[in-house]
């Protein structure tokens, strides 16, 4: 690859924002070229890589437009809401995105489709290479213990994180839930109190725990009478998930029109 990719961050200043800022800096193909962050905040006017002491010429700014005008690939990690406002306008200008936040609903998901159609996407639940491989497994796994275990998945995350359960725990759920030829949003029950009665084996069960500084882990666990197995990804750094979205950005800038994944990045979709 001889271009260098012109990325710009969203919400940069962020716990996700300010890994990112290392992880472009270490790929030898991308240069970051803009970094947003709401108006209003304190960081306004610093350098992008002032948390870590990188001096990348780039000032963080709440122009959108500016940031936009002059950037191939925009990695979005913030919030559903903030994401909705930058896709027209990446679309409308043909920017492409790499869009790692979580806790869209259905509309919030189908506006990501949408514009899609406009520009180049990879929408992922988690960029971390040893999670995708994970989901490549699970299917695998789940198409032979499709009888006789009860299946769980159990996720821990830092004490800010807003959305749960995690988005890598739904997509988990989604993975296991297409595997045995069901749909998730009928056959998942998210947490238990009381007087539950039995556990009903068609059911996909989830629990969250969230506190101290836990950067990410996730347990999909298929209990059968007499055995359990279980399979486990755990993040010591945000490090793994930017580093996957930088990657995902590279390969993006390489495809067509469309909405993709880490699956189809990692070259683990068949498609």
């Given at each position: 690859?001889?271009?260098?990719?012109k990325?710009a961050?969203?919400?940069?200043?962020?716990?996700?924002?300010k890994?990112?800022?290392e992880a472009?800096?270490?790929n030898?193909?991308?240069v970051?070229?803009?970094?947003l962050?709401?108006?209003?905040?304190?960081?306004l006017?610093?350098?992008?890589?002032?948390?870590s002491?990188?001096?990348t010429?780039?000032?963080?700014?709440?122009?959108?437009?500016?940031?936009?005008?002059?950037c191939?690939?925009?990695?979005?990690?913030?919030?559903?809401?903030v994401?909705g406002?930058?896709l027209?306008?990446?679309?409308?200008?043909?920017?492409k995105?790499?869009?790692?936040?979580t806790?869209?609903?259905?509309?919030g998901?189908?506006d990501?489709?949408?514009?899609?159609?406009?520009?180049?996407?990879?929408?992922?639940a988690?960029f971390s290479?040893?999670?995708?491989?994970t989901?490549?497994?699970?299917?695998?796994?789940?198409?032979?213990?499709n009888?006789?275990y009860?299946?769980?998945?159990?996720?821990a995350?830092h004490r800010?994180?807003?959305?749960?359960?995690?988005?890598?725990?739904?997509?988990?759920?989604?993975?296991i839930a297409?595997?045995?030829?069901?749909?998730?949003?009928?056959?998942?029950?998210?947490?238990?109190?009381g007087?539950?009665?039995?556990r009903?084996?068609q059911?996909?069960?989830?629990?969250?725990v969230?506190?101290?500084?836990?950067?990410?882990?996730?347990t999909?666990?298929?209990?059968?009478?007499?055995e359990?197995?279980?399979?486990t990804?755990?993040?010591?750094s945000r490090?793994?998930f930017?580093?996957?979205a930088?990657?995902?950005a590279?390969?993006?800038?390489?495809?067509?029109?469309g909405?993709?994944?880490?699956?189809?990045?990692?070259?683990?979709?068949n498609?």
């Amino acid at each position: 690859m001889s271009a260098t990719i012109k990325v710009a961050l969203a919400g940069v200043n962020g716990r996700m924002g300010k890994v990112l800022v290392e992880a472009v800096a270490a790929n030898p193909h991308t240069v970051l070229t803009g970094a947003l962050e709401h108006a209003g905040s304190e960081a306004l006017g610093l350098d992008a890589g002032h948390a870590s002491g990188l001096k990348t010429g780039v000032a963080i700014s709440s122009d959108i437009d500016a940031v936009l005008a002059n950037c191939d690939v925009l990695i979005d990690f913030t919030r559903p809401n903030v994401s909705g406002s930058l896709l027209p306008r990446c679309a409308e200008r043909g920017i492409k995105m790499v869009i790692g936040t979580t806790g869209f609903d259905e509309a919030g998901k189908a506006d990501i489709a949408a514009a899609a159609e406009h520009t180049g996407i990879v929408f992922a639940a988690n960029f971390s290479i040893g999670v995708n491989l994970t989901f490549h497994i699970l299917d695998t796994v789940t198409r032979v213990l499709n009888e006789g275990y009860d299946i769980e998945i159990i996720e821990a995350h830092h004490r800010h994180k807003v959305d749960a359960p995690s988005g890598t725990a739904l997509r988990m759920g989604e993975v296991i839930a297409h595997a045995l030829g069901r749909n998730l949003a009928d056959c998942a029950v998210y947490g238990r109190e009381g007087h539950t009665g039995a556990r009903s084996p068609q059911t996909i069960g989830f629990a969250t725990v969230r506190g101290g500084d836990i950067v990410g882990e996730h347990t999909a666990l298929f209990a059968g009478e007499g055995e359990r197995v279980e399979i486990t990804h755990k993040a010591s750094s945000r490090m793994t998930f930017a580093a996957g979205a930088v990657r995902a950005a590279v390969w993006l800038q390489q495809q067509r029109t469309g909405l993709y994944d880490m699956q189809d990045v990692l070259g683990l979709n068949n498609r």
